[in-house]
Each structure stands twice: as structure tokens, then as C-alpha cells.
């Protein structure tokens, strides 16, 4: 039984991705997400909107999957990687320790899961920057990424796990222009398609990792 609580005619799964330029015809053979916009304003609204319309039509899915980019100046370009913890990077003002939320009450860095077996790992920072060149020596995670913690604290509102995997689009040279940004999707596209394959045989069999959250995060 993949889900302990599944509703019979209710999607397991609801896919989110940022843009259409990620979304290519690997993807599109598989899956149908909500594109929910660059950057967390932009997928806050937006998923928080669309898990809000599936709660009230009793049609919330078992899991969020958040696929899409992501840059990183360690990890292998074009690799994908399942994200097992997020911070929020631009949360750094009045004293309080760099990525809290003032009076939030939730730690710097939220754990995500569950997780796939066979995908590599790595954690994720969010922002509502682009990060490029130096200011990577500012991220204490291995990838960044604009929308991800925002979808987690759409998640967490609604009680819903997030999974979150990416493809490492650019980071090894400074963004100038984004084409620089957009020459490595197609093959992300066949790389994520493949990523969502695991994990749809990993949920039908059981086999999902699911790590001990922290409890109010949610």
C-alpha cells in the first residue's frame, strides 16, 4: 500500500514547478504540475491557493513534489539531487539568528522527507535573489533555489510532506544572461523525468524513507 491513507479517485501526488522553460517533453510525458511562478512570493500565493481549493473539495494528495533548477557552485552540473533540508536566506535582520523568521518559532533550517532511495542528497537555500559567482560563498547550503522553503511552508499549513528535487542548472560560471540559465534544462528535463519515475516505484512500493521531522514545523 503506498499511502496508509489514500482517497480512492484523488491523485497521490501533486507535482509543483516554477516555470514553463523547466517543464520539457520528458515531464510533460509523465506528469502534469502547477506552474506556480519564480520565486516565493509567486509560489507561496500560489500553492497555498491551490492546496486550499483541494482541501475544501476534500481532494488534498498524499505528497507535494517540488521539481525544477537549481544552481550550485559544488555540486555536479546538470546532476539531480533530492533536497533533505531548506533554509530561507533572506530571513537576516534584527539580531535574530540568519535564516529565522522573527517570532515564527521554527528552526533556521526546516527538514524535508520523505525520501527517495537511490537519489543523491543535498540541502537547498531559497531566496528572492539570483545567486551567482562570489555570493556563493555566502549560502551555507549545497544548492539554491527560489521557491522551495516557500512551498514548504505552504505544506506545512496543510499538514502535507514535501518532496523536493533538482536539477543543477547553472552555478560553475557567473549568470550574465539567461541563456546561461536555460542551456542545460533540455537535459535536466530527461533527468527529472527519470527522478519522478524512482519515485512514483519507490511510492508504490513502499519503499520511501521517511525521516523524523521536526513535529512543529507543521
Avoid at 481532494?59 to 533533505?84: C, D, F, H, M, N
Avoid at 523536493?164 to 544572461?177: C, M, N, P, V, Y
Wanted: with cysteine.
Amino acid at each position: 500500500m503506498p499511502f496508509a491513507h489514500r482517497k480512492p479517485g484523488v491523485p497521490d501526488i501533486l507535482y509543483v514547478m516554477a516555470a514553463e522553460a523547466e517543464y520539457g517533453p520528458h515531464l510533460k510525458a509523465r506528469i502534469s504540475p502547477l506552474i506556480c511562478g519564480v520565486g516565493p512570493v509567486e509560489s507561496a500565493v500560489n500553492v497555498t491557493a491551490e492546496l486550499g481549493r483541494l482541501d475544501v473539495a476534500e481532494r488534498l494528495p498524499q505528497v507535494v513534489v517540488s521539481l525544477g533548477s537549481a544552481g550550485s557552485a559544488t555540486l555536479e552540473q546538470t546532476g539531480i539531487y533530492q533536497a533533505t533540508a531548506v533554509s530561507y536566506r533572506d530571513a537576516t535582520l534584527l539580531g535574530f539568528e540568519k535564516g529565522v523568521t522573527p517570532f515564527l518559532h521554527l528552526p533556521a533550517v526546516l527538514r524535508l522527507g520523505p525520501l527517495v532511495p537511490g537519489l543523491a542528497r543535498a540541502t537547498l537555500s531559497t531566496g528572492a535573489d539570483i545567486v551567482s559567482g562570489a555570493a556563493y560563498a555566502a549560502i551555507d547550503a549545497e544548492m539554491v533555489d527560489m521557491e522551495t522553503y516557500a512551498i514548504k511552508r505552504a505544506c506545512d499549513r496543510f499538514r502535507l510532506p514535501l518532496v523536493a528535487i533538482r536539477g543543477i542548472s547553472d552555478g560553475a560560471s557567473e549568470l550574465r544572461h539567461i541563456d546561461d540559465w536555460t542551456q542545460y534544462l533540455h537535459i535536466i528535463d530527461e533527468k527529472l523525468a527519470a527522478a519522478v519515475d524512482r519515485l512514483e516505484a519507490a511510492i508504490a512500493e513502499g519503499t520511501l524513507e521517511w525521516p523524523a521531522l521536526d513535529g512543529d514545523e507543521l
